[in-house]
């Protein structure tokens, strides 16, 4: 003896392919207007977070040990630097040129170049003069 549920699905097996025809529609439809009501700015965040996710998953998660590595030699690079740099003593460090205004650039040029004076000896430029090119011609002879 048939129970009704095996009845029922005898009866309505006709119409399966009906309906699935007519669900493929309405979801055809559906999917068209969510494209057409998102504007393009969202379409463009949504592109960036997939790109995002795509670059996470395909850039760092599989090297994360590598990624994690280089992050702490940096750190340890910035602490080592850091370190150094409140170490230095402020007397041994002169005030760069380029920071000071031009009255004190002068200032400090005039003490770091004072004894520097042009060698009394030295011979005057020689102006040169060039000699006429016709003086070197040699004609050809055949």
């Given at each position: 003896?048939k129970?009704?549920?095996?009845?029922?699905?005898?009866?309505?097996?006709a119409?399966?392919?009906?309906?699935?025809?007519i669900?493929?529609?309405?979801?055809?439809?559906?999917?068209?207007?969510a494209?057409?009501?998102?504007?393009?700015?969202?379409?463009?965040?949504a592109?960036?977070?997939n790109?995002?996710?795509?670059?996470?998953?395909?850039?760092i998660?599989?090297?994360?040990?590598?990624?994690?590595?280089?992050?702490?030699?940096?750190?340890?690079?910035?602490?080592?630097?850091?370190?150094?740099?409140?170490?230095?003593?402020?007397?041994k460090?002169?005030?760069?040129?380029?920071?000071?205004?031009?009255?004190?650039?002068?200032?400090?040029?005039?003490?770091?170049?004072?004894?520097?004076?042009?060698?009394?000896?030295?011979?005057?430029p020689?102006?040169?003069?060039?000699?006429?090119?016709?003086?070197?011609?040699?004609?050809?002879?055949?």
């Amino acid at each position: 003896m048939k129970t009704p549920r095996e009845i029922l699905l005898a009866r309505n097996s006709a119409a399966t392919p009906k309906l699935d025809a007519i669900r493929r529609k309405v979801v055809e439809k559906l999917q068209i207007s969510a494209r057409k009501e998102q504007s393009w700015p969202a379409a463009l965040v949504a592109w960036l977070i997939n790109c995002s996710n795509t670059f996470w998953l395909e850039l760092i998660w599989p090297c994360r040990r590598i990624w994690t590595g280089l992050a702490a030699i940096w750190l340890l690079i910035l602490a080592v630097n850091l370190a150094q740099h409140e170490a230095t003593p402020a007397g041994k460090i002169s005030a760069a040129p380029v920071l000071m205004s031009f009255s004190e650039q002068q200032r400090w040029m005039n003490e770091r170049f004072a004894d520097r004076a042009p060698a009394a000896d030295a011979e005057p430029p020689k102006i040169f003069v060039p000699k006429p090119r016709t003086e070197n011609f040699q004609p050809l002879t055949v």
